[in-house]
């Protein structure tokens, strides 16, 4: 595999994990009443839009940075 794929998908792993995590932590504050119903809908969808994005961006992104840059040292 190319090294951008990996990068990519090692990150992709981690957006994944902490979009989960974040998701989890506004579950609690919503259980405990810190947030109400609306609000916490509209940070999951935030979230998970902006995770998404993210997600749909990075190996594009990896693949200019290294084939733009890093192509001298191969």
Known sequence: MEVAALASLYSIAI???M???I???FGI???RGDITRKKFVFLVTALAAVGGIVVFLLPDGYAL???KYLSDFE
Do not use: M
Request: net charge positive.
């Open 19 to 21: 979009v989960v995590s």
């Open 15 to 17: 957006i994944v994990i």
């Open 29 to 31: 504050a919503k259980s």
């Open 65 to 67: 940075l290294f084939d």
């Open 23 to 25: 998701i989890k932590v």
